[in-house]
């Protein structure tokens, strides 16, 4: 790979390396977007990759990511991810998290972080030990808690926004959600549906946790492999990314996709062939960015009304990324990306032409 062809292609501004000379255990990459809007925040994830390249690829994949997703909540931040390459379950230790931490308190403020896939509020307590520059803490210790309640809310808002979209209707009375994975998101956005009037059809490789919680909610459950092509109103991924690709997007038989997983698209044409189909696609950076909104309400004096506020301007956001893409034409994922570089290039603007 020509790492620096790479982070041209896609506007990248650095790539860190660190690994910990004592204790050798630690082998961390830092992937910098773009930090036009402010400190980067982002989160920080712990996986057994099989090769270097791939953590690489992974981290700057992610670091654009949160470029969008915190230049279309309207936050302050650049877009920034942290990668921890072990096996969070053989690899993970005190030692090991506050070399980590020790080297985000190098960047002196560069780099603020949480955690994100194989990392916990808790491993963050560690990792605070060496640095200030984290945030998602467990309440305990001074955090906002669980980010999952207002990331499901907002995933909530957005499915109700595009329902109004298509339909015309403002409540989920007899609309049908498919809903893939239940965990800490997914099952809370369950719950909001069934309480909003839906008919709710829900999967998870955890097949007995999924069928309780149909059960809890009057729901029915469906097995893993069926979820994507199970005719209904809204498809809503909350497991796995990737899972919108050339073979399975043809499968689907919804009229929406608005679902709180991470990089749903295998790839940016993806968001095309869901378009050619006439279904609408929210964008996943919009819908799922409750977390991110939690975390960095934190950075000036956590409130959680406040933040339930940010979570609420989701619809908002939502339709005005469907209005340019009716207006332009294009897929909604090209129309969100051309409001964050609005933004974006806005600043860059006003920082050019005033002291």
């Known amino acids: 790979m020509d790492l620096f062809k790479k982070m041209a292609e896609e506007g990248h501004e650095q790539v860190m390396f660190f690994r910990d000379k004592a204790g050798g255990k630690l082998k961390a990459i830092v992937a910098f977007h773009d930090s036009t809007l402010g400190p980067p925040l982002g989160g920080t994830r712990m996986y057994p990759y099989a090769t270097e390249e791939e953590a690489v690829i992974d981290a700057l994949r992610l670091a654009k990511g949160m470029t969008l997703k915190s230049g279309a909540s309207g936050l302050n931040h650049g877009g920034v991810k942290g990668i921890i390459w072990g096996d969070p379950e053989k690899d993970k230790d005190e030692i090991l998290l506050r070399a980590y931490g020790r080297f985000i308190e190098g960047l002196k403020g560069r780099f603020i972080t949480g955690t994100d896939v194989g990392t916990y509020s808790t491993d963050f307590v560690d990792v605070g030990a060496e640095t200030e520059y984290v945030v998602g803490l467990p309440a305990e210790y001074g955090g906002s808690g669980d980010t999952s309640v207002l990331t499901a809310y907002g995933v909530f808002l957005g499915i109700k926004a595009c329902v109004s979209e298509v339909t015309g209707k403002d409540d989920l009375s007899g609309i049908k959600v498919a809903v893939q994975g239940v965990g800490k998101v ?170």
Do not use: W
Request: some cysteine; glycine content about 8%.
């Open 186 to 355: 997914g099952s809370k956005v369950c719950r909001h549906l069934a309480e909003a009037g839906a008919s709710v059809v829900l999967t998870d490789v955890r097949k007995e946790a999924a069928r309780s919680i149909a059960g809890e909610i009057g729901g029915s459950y469906v097995e893993p492999e069926e979820i994507l092509s199970v005719e209904a109103d809204v498809l809503s991924p909350n497991a796995l990314g990737a899972v919108l690709n050339e073979k399975t997007i043809p499968t689907l038989k919804c009229r929406i996709v608005c679902g709180g997983a991470n990089n749903q698209l295998a790839t940016p044409e993806d968001a095309e062939r869901i378009y050619m189909l006439g279904i609408l696609y929210a964008p996943d950076y919009v819908v799922n960015a409750g977390g991110v909104i939690q975390v960095a309400d934190e950075l000036i004096g956590f409130n959680r009304d406040r933040a339930k506020l940010k979570v609420e301007r989701i619809p908002s956001l939502l339709k005005t990324i469907f209005a340019i893409s009716r207006r332009e034409g294009i897929n909604t994922e090209a129309a969100a990306t051309r409001m964050v570089e609005e933004r974006i290039n806005g600043v860059l603007r006003l920082r050019a032409t005033m002291a």
